[in-house]
């Protein structure tokens, strides 16, 4: 684990070990430390799921609630020991998070939050009113944790238990978010038809996530039970569950550590406010949630990302990234032997939205090893004829097949897997990843290791391989000196590079390009045409939107006109710079 | 069962959903100007009858103290957000707005108290009182951060429940409080009864539905309120100032949250924090009509209103856990009706 960008965890770990053997430290901060483990566990769950995947849920500390009363009920009416009672506990909170995550994760935009506040104040009120759960009283003389003879009573010892857990986590976490799997949850937050149009499962990424959230909750509640050796609706209702999002929220709801940071923060500030605020005010109760509740608005006013990111920015060191190894390859993509010379054909395929008929009844094909384009005046149904052929909507009347079989509709992800990858008219990288995390989304569908592999490093020849992968790509491209910066610094040029990138890394048959070359430089244009053109000769074949003509008509092959969603002209660049009906639409009718 | 039995009960679900549909409608209203989730909102009830309440009882209420001083703080705020151009009619309306009228209603207040002053008088000062503090709250706590993303807009939205909820019982106690009923007046059809009070609520309620439903259609101050809440910086553009869009939102929730506040409070009593809950009941209602629709807000909360009658009747053990996993098929009904948008965040 001595890898360099481990070194301050493990310098974390030591120092958070050392603190109970410091001589004189009382016992009460202890007590503290204990909280902010408890807090930061179900924070950091809500990083995953809040900062990284974009899933607002208020209910976590219903999760919290499964595992403690699960462990509750099994150690005090069955008498199961505590360590049986940790994989029930975890796997009952994980059972709850599929059942609600079904239903939760399929909401969309402001409807996920206020849907997760209703489960989590309806679980309250049916932790506090079921007769097994001792009701409003809940459950108490729990059993404390127990190694051998050493029984974890008092705060010093199951401090241990606590910190090992949030290490662990916060490890197994960070695992997950640099992986496969990690990227795909990271790329959701931007909306998921980037991540489809790559193989992702958006759905199912975001029930993973989820139900990560609702274990380590789960795991928070667990250990929550056996340290105050009592289960009680309270500490699970809807003011807990805001609060573990708030935790999250000022840490840095974005970065795991954020998550300690917050709980860390918010624990010691409401203790502080508990014990010196009536000092200060003379004695009179509840100013602490008004102070509280200010500190909270202003903090949010002042650093609406948290402290985390803040803190970061103000440290001299700047994270070490390593180069992935090149000379690893990832198997090509599977596909049939003989390749038919038609790729892509598209017979009278017809979009409507309500009465407007963006495109109507097209017809053209793509070959082998050819480049076509696609142009048009604005609103002439070139993108949304990518759109139809990628599987982002679906075709009103018409059929599309891909060598030669129909492909019905298909969602995105199985259109990808056919080998057509396309890049998008509004850029959609994910800014604050890397240019290589960004590009290996593209080779997504080429990795198998999936959550778990990831959590515990067993993924990381199979991580190697996609990353050399997206190096490979970026520097075909000619980016390999951004291979390193965040997506979201690039210029918007090459950010439409960095897209070709990571359509390449799908290893297609056949690429779709929406306006490369716009916010490109001249030279930039060559350096693309003729990337393009090697790709082609190589036996990719290419469709493109384009609207600099003078790019188009140097490199296509082909040349289909669109306008007003209806087919206007097809034939060589040559024959379509001379038809009557291309410069009418193009230049209005002539004179 | 027997019909008079079920008569009362939704009678009696009809009256709690009315109050449900006003508090449902005011966050409507927020959230669909400001992208604020109000939680605060059951603070604007219980700020709106307790001091209702007080003043009745001859009490000075310390929300009186709290509008004065939240009208100082955004008096900062806005001569802070102004400084590098201080013109004077601005500073003339910052201090007309934020310290004149607050003081007027606080000497006012002042002076009344513990004069029996009647009923009318006790409302209008209550109203008075808690509009101002809505106004303040997003002109302190919102308008800063009104470019953020819906979540740090919820975040904050819950640190204001938080301190104010802090100050109610700071102000009002941890004892519950009842005021006087509007009217004494009562007659029976059937077997039901039907007092002046809950005549009130439905008569409010119905005015506030047509109200707003009016005011959004067809006037052109609701259909600027509707555009900042599409696109604020379109709004701007086009000549709205959306940060008055926002300060007007929240004194309309205040004002409606403090009416559903005096309507009820001299049918059950009250506590600092009864608010909250009934807020997430109104909540219930908004979310089921979408945070968008006005009149099924209104049908949803009436829905609410009988179902929690009823499960109160049954099972009443579990009435707010019927009530609150009422949404969740309606959410995913609404999920599925209009899958699939592309949201653009950040």
Do not use: E, K, W
């Given at each position: 684990m001595a890898m360099p960008q481990r070194l301050p965890i493990l310098l974390f770990a030591l120092v958070m070990a050392a603190i109970p053997f410091?001589?004189?430290?009382?016992?009460f901060w202890i007590v503290l430390l204990d909280n902010i483990g408890l807090s930061a566990l179900v924070a950091m769950g809500l990083v995953l799921l809040t900062g990284v995947g974009g899933l607002t849920s208020f209910g976590q500390a219903a999760f919290c609630g499964f595992g403690a009363y699960t462990t509750a009920v099994l150690t005090t009416?069955?008498?199961?020991s505590p360590w049986l009672t940790l994989p029930l506990s975890l796997l009952v909170s994980g059972i709850a998070a599929v059942v609600l995550g079904l239903v939760t994760v399929r909401l969309s935009g402001h409807y996920l939050p206020l849907g997760t506040i209703a489960w989590g104040i309806g679980l309250f009120y049916l932790f506090s009113k079921l007769e097994f759960l001792g009701r409003n009283d809940g459950i108490s003389g729990i059993p404390p944790l127990s190694i051998g003879s050493l029984r974890m009573i008092d705060p010093g010892t199951i401090y241990f238990a606590i910190w090992i857990a949030v290490l662990i986590a916060a490890l197994l976490t960070m695992n997950l978010l640099d992986s496969r799997t990690g990227r795909a949850i990271r790329a959701l937050r931007r909306g998921h038809i980037a991540a489809e149009a790559f193989g992702v499962h958006a759905p199912r990424a975001k029930l993973l996530v989820f139900i990560y959230a609702a274990v380590l909750a789960g795991l928070s509640g667990w250990l929550y039970a056996h340290f105050v050796r009592a289960a009680n609706p309270t500490p699970f209702g809807a003011q807990a569950g805001i609060e573990y999002l708030f935790v999250a929220v000022v840490g840095g709801a974005g970065y795991v550590w954020g998550g300690v940071l917050g709980a860390a923060i918010v624990v010691i500030l409401k203790e502080v406010l508990q014990s010196y605020l009536p000092l200060i005010f003379g004695g009179s109760s509840q100013l602490e949630t008004i102070v509280f509740g200010i500190l909270l608005v202003t903090l949010l006013q002042l650093a609406p990302t948290g402290v985390w990111p803040w803190l970061m920015a103000r440290l001299p060191f700047t994270p070490i990234r390593k180069r992935p190894d090149m000379s690893l390859t990832l198997p090509p993509r599977s596909r049939a032997t003989a390749t038919p010379s038609v790729l892509l054909q598209i017979d009278h395929a017809r979009k409507q939205f309500g009465g407007v008929i963006a495109v109507n009844d097209v017809s053209f094909d793509v070959q082998a090893r050819e480049i076509v384009a696609l142009i048009g005046p604005n609103g002439a149904g070139k993108s949304t004829t990518f759109n139809l052929i990628t599987g982002v909507l679906t075709a009103s009347s018409g059929r599309i097949s891909v060598l030669g079989k129909a492909i019905n509709n298909a969602p995105p992800q199985d259109i990808v897997k056919l080998g057509i990858s396309r890049t998008f008219q509004h850029v959609k990288l994910?800014?604050?990843?890397t240019v290589l995390e960004n590009v290996a989304i593209g080779a997504h569908l080429r990795g198998h290791c999936g959550a778990i592999s990831s959590m515990f490093r067993l993924d990381r020849a199979d991580e190697a391989r996609l990353l050399a992968e997206a190096a490979r790509q970026i520097e075909r491209v000619g980016l390999g000196e951004q291979?390193?910066?965040?997506?979201?610094?690039?210029?918007l040029g090459q950010q439409r590079i960095v897209e070709i990138a990571r359509a390449l890394c799908v290893d297609p048959i056949l690429l779709l390009l929406d306006e490369p070359a716009a916010g490109l430089r001249h030279m930039e244009k060559q350096q693309l045409a003729s990337l393009l053109r090697q790709l082609r000769d190589g036996g990719m074949s290419v469709l493109l939107v384009e609207h600099d003509m003078g790019f188009v008509m140097d490199l296509a092959d082909r040349i289909v006109v669109l306008d007003f969603g209806t087919k206007i002209a097809e034939g060589t660049p040559g024959a379509i710079k001379s038809n009557p009906d291309v410069i009418k639409a193009y230049l209005g009718a002539v004179a | 069962m027997n019909t008079t039995i079920m008569l009362f009960l939704v009678q009696d679900g009809i009256t709690n959903g009315a109050i449900y549909a006003l508090l449902g409608l005011a966050l409507v209203l927020v959230f669909a100007v400001t992208r604020v989730i109000l939680i605060p909102q059951g603070e604007f009830v219980t700020y709106g009858a307790l001091t209702y309440a007080s003043l009745s009882a001859g009490q000075f209420p310390g929300t009186a103290r709290l509008a004065l001083a939240m009208g100082i703080v955004a008096f900062g705020f806005d001569i802070y957000v102004a400084r590098k151009s201080l013109r004077r009619r601005l500073v003339g309306r910052a201090i007309i707005v934020n310290i004149a009228l607050p003081a007027i209603v606080f000497a006012l207040t002042y002076a009344l108290v513990?004069?029996?002053?009647?009923i009318a008088v006790n409302i209008a000062l209550s109203l008075a009182i808690v509009a101002m503090i809505g106004l303040f709250l997003y002109r302190i706590a919102f308008q800063p951060i009104a470019h953020t993303s819906v979540l740090v807009l919820l975040i904050a939205s819950v640190g204001c429940h938080l301190a104010m909820q802090g100050f109610g019982l700071l102000f009002f106690g941890a004892e519950g409080q009842r005021g006087p009923a509007l009217s004494n007046a009562a007659f029976t059809l059937g077997p039901l009864r039907f007092t002046g009070q809950s005549i009130a609520v439905y008569v409010v309620t119905a005015a506030f539905i047509v109200g707003l439903w009016l005011f959004f259609g067809f006037t052109l101050t609701g259909k600027a309120l509707r555009a900042t809440a599409v696109n604020r910086l379109g709004a701007r553009l086009v000549g709205i100032r959306t940060t008055l869009a926002g300060q007007l939102a929240f004194l309309m929730a205040a004002l409606i949250g403090a009416v559903s506040g005096i309507l009820i409070v001299p049918i059950t009593t009250l506590y600092y924090d009864t608010g909250f809950l009934i807020g997430l009941k109104g909540f219930v209602a908004a979310i089921i009509g979408g945070l968008v629709s006005y009149p099924l807000t209104a049908v949803a909360a009436l829905v609410v209103g009988i179902v929690e009658a009823f499960s109160s009747f049954y099972a009443s053990d579990f009435k707010e856990v019927i009530v609150f996993t009422l949404i969740l098929p309606v959410l995913v009904l609404r999920s599925l009706a209009q899958p699939a948008v592309e949201e653009e965040k950040d």
């Open positions: 410091v001589p004189g430290m009382p016992p009416t069955y008498g199961l994910v800014p604050d990843m291979i390193n910066q965040l997506a979201g610094s690039l210029s | 513990g004069h029996p002053s009647g």
